[in-house]
């Protein structure tokens, strides 16, 4: 049930013809409260679309009443008018809702440098409105929250839904998307958390930025960042409780990761989820920079993609960093199988088990004692194939 | 002729048995003086190969008699075995050409992390010494140097090879390897430059990294910089001319220049050859990390091999930079169609053709007067093909 399981939140997920397909593609959340509180992670892309602007501009007090959603177009590059269009989207939410347009979060998804249709926008709001559910019937709950993962969907093949629930009677549910494009500091991603926990927007920021660094941050499909990414946490306090902050910041972590690994597993034309693990780093930073670089790497990527053991390729890109290492103290497993040691060939390659769709390497920089695991895909005809197409 | 072209230099390319195809697989050049002259650039890659080591060695006295160089490994984390074999091969070339093991440079390319064969190398070395040509007959000059040119090769479907001469009597001449991993700081490329001017390693030394910093260096295939990357630069002074700095460095530029459109034309599975030109930056470096940027966008490059316009994802890749620029204020042309005016469309994307294998990507910072181009390829299927089936 995703952002409808916690208390105090209703969801709708409408058709309003700005995708060719006709497919759902208007998402609305709305928080009931009794509490407003809201935390958000954005891009880190200096070319941020409208919706990005906008909703920056609503978080300066760190209050939300709604977040509205489009897939069928990023309204992004689309300049004054553009920004107009994400305004108008807004104000169009707080008539219906009876909020402030100030405390309205808008996200969109699609191709960049097109303008969005007002219109259909308008249309959506009104049926998406007229729409939402929560709180009541436990089916027709779900079922909007399905309606509303659905509806931001773009060349995700599936929704990605996620929840928790505390013995303490709190419950955090989330529904992202993103298939491509998915990197550093986020990337096509959208992403709604709810929780009917009592936490203040700056309780909620500490907890979204320690979950988001981890899990989502890690994620890097393509080595693309996208304009357009939002990760939102809206609090309703409906159950009453305050958690404990490193408490509600596990159970966040654990829904940011299931929906990480869901993001992964749906990635544009991939064949291998790969877990790339980098251990005894000298810092956390330095495990990260030497499992990005991995990540980035197309030859290695390629090589996953046709079963191949290259070790080489993971050190060549090892190699590219300013990580503390001494090159020939380096192991490299794949899979289990330890096939470079100190730098050196150990196990034949062939011992190397690729077939399955997990794939886990496991990079030893003997340089300190910390680890961090980035995760990525392999480099596949579909994904050249997807991503040819995309605009056409 | 490339190698030979310049007086004072035999070369030979012969089959040893390294490539599993039988084909030429070691390369010899000789400088026969009078001076003995020579400058490198090595890969800045910190897991660098055997023979990159070796060379480094040989470098401290800027003294250089000869050049061997092998494909069918690259003899990169072979541990203190694979040093060995590179140093007896140096050893073999020594004492084949009377000359000190300590002015031999030493050459691999291939497959990362698998042991050569130092008998077949030696055999190689003792055949090649025998059939070294130049000087002479002209004919048989410009035959030795094409076999060597061929013997470099790996995945590259035609050897590279440049000459310039000088109105005043000297002579460059070029032969390079190199068709994936193509990156900055050079990659998976091998480069052998000859000349009969008569400079000094200090005057060589600054030429070259003038003309490999605006050539070499900015060709970005695919972001992928291999260990093993090594140009040189020999001199024999026979020409006994000392042309001027400028002079010099521009022709060596433009032999550069010209065998790195060989390289990216020769590019692994490409289907276009893509220009990305930043001006109006506020820094030359600026301008290349701009480029750079775009040309490591696996979005963008799959969108030219679908032959879509796709300029959202050129400004999302500059987003990603650090390079100054309004990210409202920056236009973009795709073959001189500008789809991108002041971060707004302009021009519609279907009046670009991106049928040619040539793409010129023009994109205008509006933030000082400097400008660059970084070379890179599109990202095609069979790109994936070919690095996912490299070493099996």
Chains 1, 2 share one sequence.
Not at 166 to 173: A, F, L, V
Not at 242 to 268: H, I, K, R, S
Not at 338 to 353: F, H, I, K, S, Y
Request: aromatic letters at 4%.
């Amino acid at each position: 049930m995703s952002v409808t399981a916690a208390n105090g939140f209703l969801a709708a997920g409408v058709a309003c013809g700005l995708k060719n397909s006709g497919g759902l593609d208007l998402a609305l959340v709305q928080n009931v409260g009794p509490i407003a509180s809201a935390a958000t992670v954005f891009t880190s892309n200096r070319c941020q679309a409208n919706p990005v602007l906008w909703s920056k501009q609503v978080m300066s007090d760190g209050q939300v009443r709604a977040i509205v959603l489009n897939s069928g177009g990023a309204n992004c590059y689309t300049g004054s008018q553009g920004f107009q269009t994400t305004h108008a989207t807004a104000e169009a939410v707080a008539d219906a809702l009876e909020v402030s347009a100030g405390d309205v979060l808008v996200c969109s998804t699609g191709l960049i440098g097109e303008q969005l249709d007002l219109a259909k926008l308008r249309a959506g709001v009104a049926d998406a409105s007229g729409a939402l559910t929560g709180d009541s019937d436990a089916a027709a709950s779900d079922a909007a929250a399905l309606a509303a993962a659905q509806a931001i969907m773009t060349t995700d093949t599936t929704p990605k839904q996620s929840t928790f629930t505390s013995q303490e009677g709190w419950t955090i549910g989330g529904m992202a998307k993103g298939a491509g494009m998915l990197a550093p500091g986020l990337a096509t991603m959208l992403v709604v958390i709810t929780t009917d926990a009592a936490l203040s927007p700056a309780e909620l920021d500490a907890a979204l930025r320690r979950a988001t660094a981890v899990t989502f941050d890690r994620l890097d499909s393509d080595g693309c960042m996208s304009t357009n990414d939002t990760v939102s946490l809206l609090a309703s306090g409906a159950s009453g409780v305050t958690p404990g902050a490193d408490d509600f910041a596990a159970a966040l972590t654990a829904v940011c990761q299931d929906l990480t690994l869901q993001l992964q597993a749906d990635a544009e034309g991939a064949d291998h989820d790969v877990a790339i693990e980098v251990v005894n780093a000298a810092s956390e930073s330095e495990a990260v920079e030497v499992a990005r670089a991995v990540s980035r790497s197309n030859l290695f990527k390629a090589a996953i993609f046709g079963k191949d053991p290259n070790w080489g390729r993971v050190l060549a890109a090892v190699g590219t960093t300013q990580a503390a290492f001494d090159p020939y103290n380096i192991d490299v497993s794949f899979n289990g199988v330890q096939v470079c040691t100190a730098g050196e060939p150990d196990q034949p390659r062939e011992l190397v088990d690729l077939t399955p769709r997990a794939v886990h390497i496991l990079i030893d920089l003997h340089a300190g004692d910390t680890r961090a695991t980035v995760w990525t895909n392999d480099l596949t005809h579909d994904y050249v194939h997807e991503n040819s197409a995309y605009s056409s």
